[in-house]
C-alpha cells in the first residue's frame, strides 16, 4: 500500500530539515525561500516494537518493518493559487499527497529570516490554508459550471448530488473553513475522489520549537497558540525541535540513546512524527510470522481479510478460502504459534472478516 504525506509549511520554518532528519540524509537547506522547488521523497521505516517482540520468539531470517513515505514539498507563500511563488507546481505537488504535514515556526532566531519577517503561527497556517481553500474554490466552480444544466434540467441523479455538494462545500470555503470540516455521505465520497480537493486532506501540525521548550513545550507562546489552532480544527499537533532532531539522527544508537536522557525523551520525536502521519490516514498493520521473514504489512482500518491478503499478493484476494487469525498478545502470550494453536488461541475466519490492528495472519487460497 503506497500512501504518502506532504511536509508542508512557509519557507524557513525547518520543513527541509525535518525531512533531513527523516531520512538521515541532506538536501539542500538554504536561508531563503525556494530552496526545494522539486519535491524530494522519502521512505521511512515504522518503528513499531510489536515485530520485534514477534521476532524474538520467531528468529526469523530478516525483519521487514512497514514503510511510510513523506515528500518535501517547495515553500508555499501568499499567491500560491494564482501561481506565485512558484505556487502552481506546488499546488499539483500537494494534490499528489494523501494526507498534510504542516510545518510552523514556533522559535525565535534573528539568524533565520521569515517570509513575514515576524513569528505568527496563526498567519502561517491562514496562508497555507487560504491557498489551499482559494485552489480549492477554482475547482468547485468549474463543477458548478460543468453540471448546472443537467442538475437543473434533466433527471440525471449523480448531476444532481454533484451540483448540490459543490454548492455545500463551496458554502464553506467561502467562509475561510477548509472542505474537511464537512461530513460526508458514502456516495458524496465517491463524487469528491476525482476533485482532488486540497482543504480535504487530514492535517498534522508540526510545531518546531525551540532546544528551551522540549522538556515542557506549553512554555512557548507560540507551541500554545498553534495548539490552540489545532484544537479548533480537531486536528493533532506535535511539538519538535527540528534542529534536535536533525542531530539526533545523525547519531549512532548508544549516542543516540545518552541524547535522549539528556533531554527526558523517551524516543526521538521522529518516531511519534511517523506514527502520527501513519494513524492519520486511518492505517494499521498486521503481521506474517515465519522463520524466513517476520513482516509488517499495512492496510486501511476496515479492510476485510480477502482485502489484507490481497496486499501480499492478487491471489490472496481472489483464491481466498479463510485466513488463520492469532491476536499480537495471544502469540506473545503463548510465546509463538505453536503454543497458541494448542492452548485454542487461534481462529479461523472468513471473507467477511475485518482485520484488526496487529493480527497474525496465515491466508489460506485456492488454486
Known sequence: MSLKAGIVGLPNVGKSSLFSALT????????????????????????DKRLNEIAKIVNPEKVVYATFS???????????????????KFLANIRDVDAIIHVVRCFEDNKIIHVSNKIDPKADVEVINLELILSDLSVIENVLKRVAKRAQNTPDKTAKLEYE????????????????????????????????????????????????????????????????????????????????EYEISLLNTEEKEEFLQEYNL??????????????????????TAGVKEVRAWTFKKGYTAPQCGGIIHSDFEKKFIKVEIISYNDFIESKGEKNAKEQGKQRLEGKNYLVQDGDICNFKFGK
Open 266 to 287: 523517551k524516543e526521538p520525536g521522529l518516531d511519534i512524527l511517523t506514527r502520527e502521519a501513519f494513524s492519520l490516514l486511518n492505517l494499521a498493520n498486521y503481521f
Open 165 to 244: 455538494l459543490a454548492q455545500k462545500i463551496e458554502k464553506v470555503l467561502k467562509l475561510g473553513q477548509p472542505a474537511r470540516t464537512l461530513d460526508y455521505s458514502d456516495e458524496e465520497k465517491k463524487l469528491l475522489q476525482s476533485w482532488q480537493l486540497l482543504s480535504l486532506k487530514p492535517v498534522l501540525y508540526v510545531a518546531n520549537i525551540d532546544q528551551e521548550s522540549i522538556k515542557n513545550p506549553t512554555i512557548n507562546k507560540y507551541y500554545v497558540e498553534l495548539e490552540k489552532i489545532a484544537k479548533q480544527e480537531n486536528n493533532k499537533i506535535i511539538p519538535i525541535s527540528v534542529q534536535i
Open 70 to 88: 513523506f515528500v518535501d514539498i517547495a515553500g508555499l507563500i501568499a499567491g500560491a493559487s494564482k501561481g506565485e511563488g512558484l505556487g502552481n
Open 24 to 47: 538521515s540524509s541532506t538536501v539542500e537547506i538554504a536561508n531563503y525561500p525556494f530552496a526545494t522547488i522539486d519535491p524530494t521523497v522519502a521512505i521511512v521505516e515504522i518503528k
